[in-house]
């Protein structure tokens, strides 16, 4: 096997650095080695003759200038400096392990394909005719949705788990690129036999004395622009459950336990669940993001898969 690597290891007690082009065949004897513990077990391990295993080792010795093992009665023992070579062996090939399991994960998941990281809201109303329109340009390639929260996305995303992501906007975050893709203005939710339904408009003030369904502090855009609000108004509601998904919100107030300041995606799943819309007066705003991990780089599938984005973002509509 032609392939080779620069191994520096410290031997001595002066730990003068040691610096050799060595083969890979050569470590991958001398791990096989230590790891079975006879010449006969490695070979069998690499599919070699004993032999062969042999002339790796005494020249990955001679490349090395110290011995590796102590060779007392026909066995073979690792000696002090090659047990502290087989330490950096290993920590290298972890590392070269871990490449493999990625290239199989890979592999295994259609490399041609596209992971796309949602959030649960959006992966339910705005993804199913983005992918409608992706699939028509790009027939037969395998789509994964991950449908996770935003501190989800953000992990696919630096870990490159996913090729590009829908959710909520975030604020910077090393290695990943955002683009803003659209703003969208809060609504009023409430059960179709509650007295505000009979209102075109919700203003803050019609809050006063009403139940809550409030968003939990870790979706921080709206959560916070909801606590301005209400800490502004005279005798304030009352929260009576704190959710951190749009859909488990619109089902609460669904099952008659408050009203809700809501985000619009899901309204025309809730219509027909007895929930009324209507629109809320107020300065609170969702902000929606693609995003992809900051390669630089994005393949054609990513960049055809946000022009289908965009042209479904640009003639949806959240009341049909």
């Known amino acids: 096997m032609l392939v ?4 520096c290891v410290a031997v001595n007690s002066r730990l003068t650095a040691v610096c050799k082009m060595i083969r890979f065949r050569q470590i991958e004897a001398f791990r096989s080695l230590i790891m079975t513990g006879t010449s006969v077990g490695a070979a069998k391990k690499l599919h070699v003759t004993q032999p062969a295993i042999s002339r790796l080792i005494a020249d990955l010795e001679a490349d090395l200038g110290f011995s590796l093992f102590s060779r007392i009665g ?5 000696t002090t400096a090659g047990l502290r070579f087989y330490k950096s062996v290993e920590e290298n090939f972890l590392g070269l392990e871990r490449l493999k399991q990625v ?4 592999r295994e998941e259609a490399s041609d394909g596209l992971t796309v990281a949602c959030m649960p809201v959006l992966a339910t109303t705005l993804l199913p005719p983005v992918i409608a329109d992706f699939t028509e340009r790009h027939p037969g390639v395998p789509i994964k949705v991950d449908s996770v929260k935003v501190p989800e996305v953000l992990v696919n995303l630096q870990n490159h788990k996913a090729d590009i992501a829908l959710s909520l906007a975030f604020p910077a975050v090393a290695g990943i690129e955002v683009e803003t893709l659209l703003k969208a203005r809060a609504s009023c939710a409430m059960p179709a036999t509650h007295k505000l339904a009979k209102k075109k408009t919700v203003r803050p003030a019609d809050l006063r004395g009403e139940k809550l369904i409030g968003w939990l502090p870790n979706s921080r855009q709206p959560y916070e622009a909801e606590q301005s609000l209400i800490s502004a108004t005279e005798d304030r509601p009352r929260y009576t459950v704190f959710t951190d998904t ?5 089902a609460m107030v669904a099952g008659g336990l408050g009203i809700s300041i809501v985000e619009p995606f899901a309204a025309k799943v809730w219509r027909a669940h007895g929930v009324v819309v209507r629109p809320f007066e107020a300065d609170i705003e969702y902000e929606y993001a693609l995003s992809y991990p900051s390669s630089g780089i994005r393949s054609d599938l990513v960049t055809s898969f946000r022009n289908a984005v965009k042209r479904v973002v640009e003639r949806y509509s959240f009341d049909d």
């Open 74 to 78: 026909g066995r073979l023992n690792p």
């Open 246 to 250: 749009a859909h488990t919100r619109y």
């Open 103 to 106: 290239a199989d994960m890979i």
């Open 4 to 7: 080779s690597y620069k191994i």
